[in-house]
């Protein structure tokens, strides 16, 4: 990560320790300690109860066989790549969309980041009621449009499940990144758009020789943020669905908290954590090596 | 810009506001429909559930807030929240401030290790944090949650304080440095006024998050005079799954301060996130 | 005159300070997973009555979801610095693991004063019963769970002219005649696996040889035979007459049972608490009523058990008030606290509470049905290690969904327990 171009530091010594050592305290106590603590417990068969009984690489070698926790690496993706699609993608276009100071408009701004503030158990009870197959609203609905037969079990299939809890996440967290852009949006100057216009450039043509260009270190840096977020993804998989139907919804994170706290198999869980940070560290590396050298973000 | 809302609307920009309007209006109306429905009885969610209550049941309200004890859950998230919050905030802005403003030894090892934190699911140090808090005497009591959430969001808050340090440029600061300033004053005096927007920012998003945190709650505290809003909820829901009216009363309850204080707050986190901007 | 004053001033200030002393409360930590209903209430009651009657205890309830408490709430409470003095548990398997691992306070001494130990019924001392090891008492039993039967609308059943079916055949043919007629014949949420799988459990312990169950679920012999599969087939057999509801995968156990109530469906299987909730749940006139699966294999040794097991308290080896623990404890089981435990809707095993308290319909049939029985066949997951079981349910499930045929449901069972490694 390159930090050499930047300004001079206006400051040099060891005695600048001090200004980030209260934050680097405060982490190393309550996650890399833990982190590693656990890293510890990788290695052995516990149970949470009896005492911890050496495993070796056991751990990791069921791991690496463990079918439903691969496939969950396939979910995620899949999942990152909605993501993709349902937050940053239409983020950026309702950024684009509600960039306008007329009246009304910051309103819809903030009703539209909304879902974001809402806690994981109350937009899980909320979409759960929304798609239930007897009583929920979108069932409803269609039964009222006269669309009966395309009522079905959404989350019980595990062809929708996956689905559905990507649109859930789509509306929950778009409004983030609408805001991110937005921002972003704010600081284009306007006398570039008026120079497009002028060269006979529409609305469409802006967005995609003006806008975008001008957005891609902001657009880099989401990507970066969502897949990374996505594969720590949890509180959603887990209200909504943990798992089901028939793990078609398994994530890791969900699939190693199964492991570690309803099948009381500890050692095991972490051991797919370690897999699983080794994994997303690489991926991150290896992706902001390549946004690096295309010289666009700095780190 | 005055110019834009002088000048009439052309027809793209009232096709720009309906569009908006209408992907808007349905992204919200989930949040509406919980707050309205919380005031019907169960039978009027089930068999009308977009009208309207016919009659305004008030007395949801109050049964939540008893039978859930909401009163008490609120005054410990706000504490813990607070809390957390601040130290969170003025440690990350510290510790940006050393990464981008000044040079020692381990600064860029630090940050790395920083970074890692974005990487790592919370749930997957659970137990090992349980352990900790227990040696550390700390479960059931406030810092269980207070520290391990201020440890967590720290990433976040450094990345994005630190990519805001970058895009503003130190002249202020170098200036009071040729002046005398040592860099404690520096940071208080000059540093923390230029980047306030973003700390705000900052505060915001993190508040969101605190106040949210579902698992460590779960796990580190469970005297119920103790206890935060999110697992008052999900106990709240899991046990009376079914009195729907009784479980959205208690999520408007809970939600609709958060949204109110939001949507006050909005212009302050646009702003933040106007400058942060990250490039 | 003047040490006379002082004397009597220090009198009253030693007086004072004594009984403050006397007044200073000991806190007894009791966590559980009774949230609410009738049974909550009874509880309340009790130990009201209980505190009233010794003003220097106070009973603190610790209370958690059913299933949180199971996973997690309990064992972050046992491992903390404040444990809990009195805790909830299932038993068998557990209470044997929470004693291994030194979180049970040996209750020998405390069952031998006052006859307590002869106050329970017989049943709950047995080897199978589960509450002992190594013949010491650990667990003091509070009900008898009827783990799983089947809770069916009568007022539906009379509608279509059906009775409680004797023969698993007739159950299927029952299942299809509901189904053909446009109701859902059986409701389960099944999102956790546990309430099919209960029921699942059991079927097959009804078909498969005692010996050959138990050694699968220990991880001595296969799952996959031709004994389990015909067990798993009978799911089958019931998915393919339509009987299941179609969300039962994604559905929770607690809306299921409230579809029950709201007459969304006709059947139910599920456990004996059903009762309890009936007051919450269920519209006025409600009308219903429960056999136990029906018979599958006459010949099989098991032909007409039931599926239970026994609940109760356990005290902390190192809670640091176990006399009032136990005090309590004894309290919470005496004649009268059970009448009202009882009359709540809870199956007593203190010995004659059953005769004394006014039952209503539904537990008085439920305890018929558990005395009658020539057996009781233990919930795989509290006395097999849990993951086994909770693969085994999994199996079960794929089976009831039509996800996967008996047989390869068996085969992934069988890959799953052996990648799992000895448990």
Known sequence: ????????????????????????????????????????????????????????????????????????????????????????????????????????????????????????????????????????????????LGLGDWAQPWMSQPETALLFICLVSGWKYAGFYMVIFFAALRRIPKNIYEAARLDGANALHQFFHVTLPMLRQNILVCVLLAVMGGFAGFDLFFTMSNGQPFGATEVPATWIIKQAFDQDQIGYGVALTVILTVVVSLISIVYIRLSERANVTRY | ???ATERRRSPAEWLQFGIAAVIVAAMF??????????????????????????????????????????????????????????????????????????????????????????????????????????????????????????????????????????????????????????????????????????????????????????????????????????????????????????????????????????????????????????? | MQAFKFSLAATAVALMLSTTAAMAQTEVRFTHSFTGGASRVALDTI???????????????????????????????????????????????????????????????????????????????TDGAGTMVDGKPYMVPLSFDLTNTIWYNKTIFAEHNLTPPKTWDEFVALAKTLADAGETPIVEGNNEFWPLGNWAG??????????????????????????????????????????????????????????????????????????????????????????NTPVIDPAHPLANSVIGTITGLMVHKNSAHPDEAIKFLKYLTSQESQIAWAESGQMSPVAGVSEKAKLDEQTQAMLALMSGAPAIVPPPDTTYPVPVAEAFYQAAAYAAAGEKSAKEALVWLDETVTAMGKQ
Not at chain 2, 88 to 102: D, K, N, P, S
Not at chain 3, 78 to 94: M, Q, T, Y
Not at chain 3, 226 to 237: D, I, M, N, T
Request: net charge negative.
């Open chain 1, 1 to 144: 990560m390159a930090i050499e171009d930047r300004a001079a530091p206006i400051s040099s010594g060891a005695g600048n320790l001090w200004f980030a050592a209260p934050a680097m305290l405060l982490f190393g106590t309550f996650v890399l300690w833990p982190l590693g603590a656990s890293v510890y417990y990788a290695f052995t068969f516990w149970d949470g109860f009896s005492a911890p009984r050496w495993a070796g690489f056991a751990n990791f070698a069921r791991g690496l066989t463990d079918i439903t926790y691969l496939m969950s690496y396939v979910h995620v993706v899949l999942y990152i790549l909605a993501t993709l699609v349902f937050e940053v993608s239409f983020g950026l276009v309702m950024a684009v969309l509600l960039n306008s100071d007329r009246p009304g408009f910051a309103l819809m701004r903030g009703m539209f980041f909304s879902p974001v503030v809402l806690s994981m158990s109350a937009g899980g009870v909320l979409w759960t009621f929304v798609l239930d197959y007897r009583t929920g609203l979108l069932n409803s609905v269609l039964k009222a």
């Open chain 3, 47 to 125: 130990i009201a009555g209980f505190e009233a009657a010794n003003p220097d205890i106070k009973i603190k309830e610790i209370v958690f979801d059913d299933d949180q408490y199971s996973n997690q709430g309990l064992i972050t409470q046992l491992k903390s610095n404040e444990v809990p003095d009195i805790f909830f548990e299932w038993a068998g398997l557990r209470v044997q693991r929470n004693v291994e691992a030194g979180y049970a306070y040996d209750l020998s001494e405390a069952m031998a004063t006052d006859g307590w130990k002869e106050s329970f019924s017989p049943s709950v001392w």
């Open chain 2, 29 to 279: 109306y989930p949040a509406i429909w919980m707050v309205y429905s919380a005031f019907k009885t169960n039978r009027e969610i089930f068999r009308t559930p977009f009208a309207l209550p016919k009659e305004w049941q008030w007395g949801n309200l109050i049964e939540a807030w008893e039978v859930g004890k909401l009163g008490t859950l609120y005054l410990n998230s706000v504490f813990i929240t607070t809390a957390a919050v601040a130290m969170c905030v003025l440690l990350a802005t510290a510790a940006a401030f050393a990464f981008t403003r000044l040079e020692f030894p381990g600064r860029r090892l630090m940050y790395r290790l920083l970074l890692v934190g974005l990487l790592i699911p919370p749930p997957s140090v659970a137990i090992a944090l349980f352990t900790q808090l227990r040696d550390m005497h700390l479960l059931n009591t406030p810092w269980a949650l207070i520290l391990p959430c201020a440890a967590w969001q720290l990433a976040l808050t450094v990345f994005l304080m630190r990519a805001y340090f970058n895009a503003v440029r130190p002249e202020m600061e170098e200036a009071a440095r040729l002046d005398g300033a040592n860099v404690w004053q520096i940071l208080w005096h000059v540093s923390v006024p230029m980047v306030w927007p973003a700390m705000l920012t900052m505060i915001v998003l993190n508040t969101i998050a605190v106040w949210n945190e579902l698992l460590f709650a779960l796990l580190f505290i469970t005297d119920d005079s103790q206890r935060t809003l999110p697992v008052g909820l999900v106990r709240f829901s899991g046990y009376h799954s079914t009195d729907y009216a009784l479980v959205f009363a208690a999520l408007a309850i809970t939600t609709v301060p958060i949204l109110i204080l939001y949507f006050i707050l909005q212009k302050q986190v646009i702003a933040g996130l106007t400058a942060t901007a990250m490039d």
């Open chain 3, 202 to 291: 059991h079927i097959a312990a009804m078909v498969v040889p005692p010996d050959e169950y138990v050694a699968a679920f220990k991880q001595e012999g296969p799952f996959n035979t031709s004994a389990f599969e015909k067990a798993l087939e009978l799911l089958v057999q019931l998915h393919d007459v339509g009987a299941f509801n179609k969300d039962m995968q994604a559905l929770g156990a607690d809306p299921a049972m409230a579809t029950f109530f709201q007459e969304g469906a006709v059947m139910h299987p599920i456990g004996s608490w059903l009762v309890s909730e009936t007051e919450n749940l269920a519209e006025e006139g409600f009308e219903y009523s429960q056999f």
């Open chain 2, 1 to 3: 810009m005055s110019r």
